[in-house]
């Protein structure tokens, strides 16, 4: 006879809460007597986004716990990849969505607007607690009328806020992940030395394919050789404690110099089997930047689209607020600027034995005696 489970039976419209879920639509022109259509679309929209959000914070605190711990190991690596990729499938619907709201007109929407003044999206709370989990420090974010980012926020989000400014982001954890990086002395080999031979070598090849091109005009090789110079005094990020550290000072870096030749060291050896995972991690966090970027400069040309040059509804400078938040939000540049230090697959210096046995996995079979 088959044991009945201990558990009670659930209704689908219980379990999700769908009574309350959607009873949360109410019209502000039908309050006002002025029925407008599309504020249904627009209220959804706006919900099924604070919705995915949440996904979003779930997921991301899960990540933040993961490299909180003193000890992360190889499954803990592939749990946070995991959760990191479920969030970019989220972004990913959150771009779309913007298809669905561009099927109201600029009328539309003009039919309903005055009746949302001053609530804005600016006001999202969990997207602001996003944006501090992930790493965005207040001195770099993007404000108009020169004032806090909190001000807008009733004073009981305003804490909420607060708050998550002062817990560690997944930027600070990655960073003392990524120094506590075990490969990076190679005992009585220098891998940095034999990475800036290689580098030096490289950057003579592409030098003289400059100079030696005949389609190229005198200024044009001048123009091409500035520019050329840049890159390779860029290259000092990454082997020159000195100006790194300049540029860190300057806000053109932010990455720890011992955290960036890590990052570095994974992209460069990522076949490696130990550095997969690693790799799959620092190219989520990228992804990531570049899809709420996306998203930003979606949203924004949606903006333009939608009221022009008016003053959004929040107060802000509408689509040129959104577009300079798309410039200037972004949190892990640095992992994504590393292609600038890859050098070929040939060119890469060759791993000691004992690194590459620890970089690797091997089975060993017992013989039969």
């Not at 706006?46 to 919705?51: A, F, I, N, P, R």
């Not at 990729?85 to 005055?114: A, G, Y």
């Not at 993007?142 to 806020?161: F, M, P, R, V, W």
């Not at 400069?297 to 008016?310: C, E, Q, W």
Request: charged share 30%; net charge negative; aromatic share 12%.
């Amino acid at each position: 006879m088959s044991k009945e489970k201990p558990y009670p039976p659930q209704y689908y419209q219980d379990y999700l809460r769908l009574e309350t879920i959607l009873d949360s639509q109410k019209l502000k022109s039908d309050e006002y007597g002025q029925h407008a259509h599309d504020e249904m679309l627009f209220i959804i929209i706006h919900q099924v986004y604070e919705l995915w959000f949440k996904q979003i914070l779930f997921e991301l605190d899960s990540v933040l716990d993961i490299f909180s711990k003193k000890e992360i190991n190889e499954t803990h690596i592939g749990t946070a990849v995991s959760r990191l990729s479920r969030i970019i499938e989220i972004q990913k619907i959150l771009i779309d969505q913007i298809h669905v709201l561009e099927t109201m007109t600029p009328m539309d929407f003009l039919d309903f607007r005055d009746f949302l003044i001053p609530a804005s999206g600016f006001q999202s709370v969990q997207f602001r607690k996003i944006e501090n989990k992930l790493g965005l420090k207040v001195e770099d974010r993007y404000t108009y009328g020169d004032a806090n980012y909190c001000t807008y926020l009733h004073e009981s989000d305003q804490e909420k806020i607060k708050a998550s400014e002062s817990e560690k982001s997944l930027f600070d954890l990655m960073e003392s992940w990524l120094e506590r990086t075990p490969f990076l002395n190679w005992g009585e080999t220098s891998f940095w030395d034999e990475y800036e031979q290689a580098v030096s070598n490289m950057l003579h090849d592409d030098r003289r394919l400059i100079e030696t091109n005949e389609k190229l005009s005198v200024i044009e090789k001048e123009k091409h050789l500035t520019e050329y110079a840049k890159t390779e005094v860029s290259f000092g990020v990454v082997l020159d404690k000195t100006l790194h550290n300049k540029m860190v000072e300057d806000g053109n870096w932010r990455l720890s110099l011992k955290a960036t030749q890590a990052a570095l060291l994974i992209q460069l050896y990522r076949d490696q089997p130990i550095l997969l995972n690693p790799y799959r991690l620092l190219t989520k966090l990228a992804d990531i930047d570049e899809l709420f970027t996306t998203w930003r400069y979606r949203h924004a040309l949606m903006v333009s689209r939608m009221i022009g040059r008016k003053i959004g509804t929040g107060g802000s400078t509408g689509s040129e607020y959104l577009n300079k938040t798309a410039e200037k939000h972004r949190i892990f540049t640095d992992i994504s600027e590393l292609t600038t230090f890859l050098i070929p697959r040939s060119a890469l210096p060759s791993l000691p034995i004992e690194v590459q046995d620890n970089l690797g996995f091997y089975f060993h079979v017992k013989e039969n005696k």
